[in-house]
């Protein structure tokens, strides 16, 4: 079946603007989760839903990000008046229930590059 | 806080040569430990896991043993082609978390 996607799968933005990252789970999969991989590092959490609800936000760095999942399926990150520091991969993971013992399957990732 | 720590790459092998990436680990409880590995213009897929002390991950060849003691989770596999070369991520899941948290990742090259 098909696999988690997301896009666009590549973003340029320049410093300031808003931008909107979509991803869309595999059906049926309850939790969903976003992180962000900087050049040369290891993916590092920022949020995390379980249907419509945020149950975690520890992650995200600062106010100019959010997240929603308005109806438990597809999911949007938003990131207002983006910084250079904000040009990362986003990756996306769902999840078939509750993490715990259950495989978070990762989308392709956007790749976003602020100018 | 829960931390990750692999060796640095890039790790490059010529093809059957064996092959170890390191990991350890610094989480509260007890956590479970996975093996992903990202193949070039891929996501990241899992390799493999174990959930508790001295349980052994296997997959495609690859193996790596939970060691409670020296808070370890090496990779290996005895002879490594060229379709391995990617970037292997070593991760934690603490306890009850939702999260995962990650070590930097190691390249593997392999030449024939």
């Known amino acids: 079946g098909a696999g988690v996607s997301q896009s666009p799968r590549y973003k340029v933005a320049k410093r300031g603007q808003d931008v909107a990252l979509r991803c869309d789970p595999i059906s049926g999969h309850v939790s969903l989760f976003w992180y962000q991989q900087a050049l040369g590092q290891g993916p590092e959490f920022l949020t995390y839903f379980q249907n419509e609800a945020q149950l975690d936000k520890s992650g995200l760095p600062s106010d100019r990000f959010f997240a929603e999942r308005p109806e438990g399926s597809v999911s949007t990150l938003k990131i207002q008046r983006t910084q250079q520091e904000d040009s990362a991969v986003y990756l996306c993971?769902?999840?078939?229930?509750?993490?715990?013992?259950?495989?978070?399957?990762f989308g392709p990732g956007t790749r976003l590059t602020v100018t | 806080g829960d931390s990750v720590t692999q060796m640095e790459g890039p790790v490059t092998l010529s093809e059957e040569a064996f092959l170890t990436i390191n990991c350890t680990y610094t989480a509260t409880g007890y956590p479970s430990l996975f093996w992903y590995v990202q193949y070039p213009g891929e996501g990241l897929q899992l390799l493999l896991k174990?959930?508790?002390?001295?349980d052994k991950g296997s997959n495609k060849g690859f193996e790596a043993t939970y060691r409670k003691e020296t808070t370890s989770f090496h990779l290996e596999k005895g002879s490594v082609q060229v379709s391995d070369s990617a970037v292997y991520f070593c991760?934690?899941?603490?306890?009850?978390?939702?999260?995962?948290?990650f070590g930097t990742g190691t390249r593997l090259q392999v030449t024939l």
């Open positions: 991760a934690l899941r603490s306890g009850t978390a939702s999260k995962l948290t």
């Open positions: 174990a959930t508790k002390a001295d």
């Open positions: 993971a769902s999840s078939l229930q509750a993490p715990v013992g259950y495989e978070q399957y």
